[in-house]
């Protein structure tokens, strides 16, 4: 199946747009035996997402067309694409994201919180592995971008809390969610890594970040200082105010308030330098009218199965959901603290990767390096923050693309702990570096570890 993207039609019986994309290496999806599948739930709630295998170009006659992506995140593993659930996965651009968002629908309000999509996302996978017991034994990942720092060890924790509920063990989330009566209905799932890419983990220590990253923190990574010193100082004097909020606020309603205060207060210099929040070299927000144009196509539609063959009036799609984006903000969800799950999913079994582009500013290597130093109750951080970061290249050659750390696991049953900086790359690794990006999670997910390799 090299080179070729397959849409398993077939999959329509359980969701509309639910496709599962064949490994374009020759551990194809018919080969379940090896082939890691992956879920990959993207980008914020609304957003659109990129590490797919294909993208929309112009066609150079005023339209545009759907074009194979070379470097995609399927080149080496299958992944499974999820519309119609609270959270999902991506084709690359495709919005496939919160029950309510893309093609998906729902009544407004629906999911807000993601301990809420990820039993739905759960639900999802175990239909899908009733309909294809084949792929019930692959290793499984989950693979995620941006608010992936809450979608992907949230989602991998259900995973593991219901895999030892199944098998009748004590699970490390007992305070998290609850047993659900119909255990019988579900099967184990093998679980081996997540992965999280320029990640929200964790507002309390990325908040700061922002101040410190537009204001002069970054400049020995030749970041200048990019906000003027009034707007950096009005925001210094505030955001202490904020944090003390957020260290004593008490119940959702309270801490989003804190969470909201402290991130107007926090983005303000950056937000006045009127430079992407995704890339400070850009000074533009990204080009979002390729995409849109092309899924508000009435043709693309019908073939998408979004609406009927004879069907003219297309359905409006939104590259963002605002109604998504206020459920999940207003929720709490967006200030809840997930860095706690990645020491139980180490501790547990499963591996993880955070992977940071270093131009970026909302989710900037400051705050993600602080976070990653300080993970809850994680036994190995003295060992882990001692290493040091050594010089990352992939796809042969010696060249360094960036710097990289793995602590391995102390046995079989616990999961390693990868770290990765990635130069010249903003938020979303598969835009500004899809090769590395493809490169890195095909290594990633076979081997569980990083290192410089030759391909
Ligand atoms: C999509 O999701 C909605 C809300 O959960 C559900 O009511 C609807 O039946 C789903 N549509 C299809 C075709 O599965
Ligand atoms: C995500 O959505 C926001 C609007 O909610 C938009 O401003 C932003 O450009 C989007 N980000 C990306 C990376 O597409
Ligand atoms: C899960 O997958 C990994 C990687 O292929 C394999 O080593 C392991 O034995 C599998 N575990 C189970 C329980 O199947
Ligand atoms: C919609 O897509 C079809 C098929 O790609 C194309 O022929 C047509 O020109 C597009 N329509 C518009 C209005 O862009
Ligand atoms: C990390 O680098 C420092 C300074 O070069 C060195 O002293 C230390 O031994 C290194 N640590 C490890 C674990 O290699
Ligand atoms: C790797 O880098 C070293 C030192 O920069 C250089 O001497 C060597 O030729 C390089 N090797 C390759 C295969 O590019």
């Known amino acids: 199946m090299r080179g070729t993207v397959s849409f398993g039609t077939s999959l329509a019986s359980i969701a509309p747009l639910s496709w599962a994309l064949v490994s374009r290496s020759q551990e194809a999806f018919h080969a379940p035996s090896s082939s890691p599948r992956v879920v990959t739930p993207d980008l914020c709630p609304d957003n659109t997402t990129y590490a797919g295998p294909c993208e929309v170009v112009e066609d150079g006659r005023g339209g545009w067309e759907m074009r194979t992506r070379e470097w995609s995140f399927n080149n080496d593993a299958s992944i499974l694409m999820i519309d119609n659930v609270s959270a999902s996965t991506g084709m690359s651009k495709l919005t496939i994201q919160p029950r309510g968002a893309g093609f998906s629908y729902a009544e407004f309000p629906a999911v807000d919180s993601v301990f809420d999509s990820a039993r739905d996302t759960y639900q999802f996978i175990q239909s899908f592995i009733k309909l294809f017991p084949e792929y019930a034994s692959n290793p499984w990942a989950v ?71 537009a204001c002069g923190g970054a400049e020995d990574r030749g970041i200048p200082q990019l906000a003027q010193e009034g707007d950096c100082r009005w925001a210094q004097d505030r955001l202490t105010g904020g944090e003390k909020l957020m260290d004593s606020c008490e119940g959702s309603v309270a801490c989003a308030a804190a969470g909201q205060y402290s991130s107007t207060v926090a983005s303000f210099p950056y937000t006045m330098t009127g430079l992407n929040p995704y890339d400070y070299r850009i000074s533009s927000p990204y080009d979002e009218r390729g995409v849109i144009a092309y899924f508000n196509n009435a043709s693309v539609q019908a073939v998408l ?33 997930t860095d ?24 900037n290597y400051l705050g993600v390096r602080e976070i990653m130093a300080k993970l809850p109750n994680y036994e190995r ?19 360094s693309c960036g710097a ?19 130069e010249g790359a903003g938020h979303v690794l598969s835009l500004d570096k899809p090769r590395e990006g493809s490169l890195m999670i095909s290594q990633w997910l076979h081997k569980h570890t990083l290192g410089s390799q030759k391909l």
């Open 404 to 422: 990289y750390k793995c602590l391995a696991g102390r046995h079989e049953r616990e999961g390693n702990l990868c770290y990765v900086e990635i």
């Open 143 to 213: 693979n995620s971008l941006s608010y992936g720092g809450h979608y992907a060890p949230v989602y991998g924790s259900y995973i593991q809390h219901m895999n030892a509920k199944i098998l009748g063990k004590l699970s490390l989330w007992e305070d998290t969610w609850s047993t659900p009566s119909d255990l019988e209905r579900y099967s184990p799932l093998n679980l081996t890594s997540i992965s999280v890419g320029n990640g929200w983990i964790n507002g309390r220590v990325q908040y700061r970040s922002w101040v410190d990253f």
């Open 305 to 337: 199965g979004v609406i009927g063959k004879s069907s003219d009036k297309p359905l409006s799609w939104e590259a963002h959901s605002a109604r998504v984006w206020h459920a999940y903000v207003y929720s709490g969800d967006w200030d809840v603290q």
């Open 381 to 399: 951080q003295a060992t882990f923050n001692k290493l040091n970061l050594s010089d990352w290249a992939v796809g042969g050659g010696n060249k």
């Open 340 to 363: 706690v799950f990645f020491e139980r999913l180490l501790r547990s079994g499963v591996s993880v990767l955070k992977y940071e582009g270093m131009v970026d500013f909302i989710c």
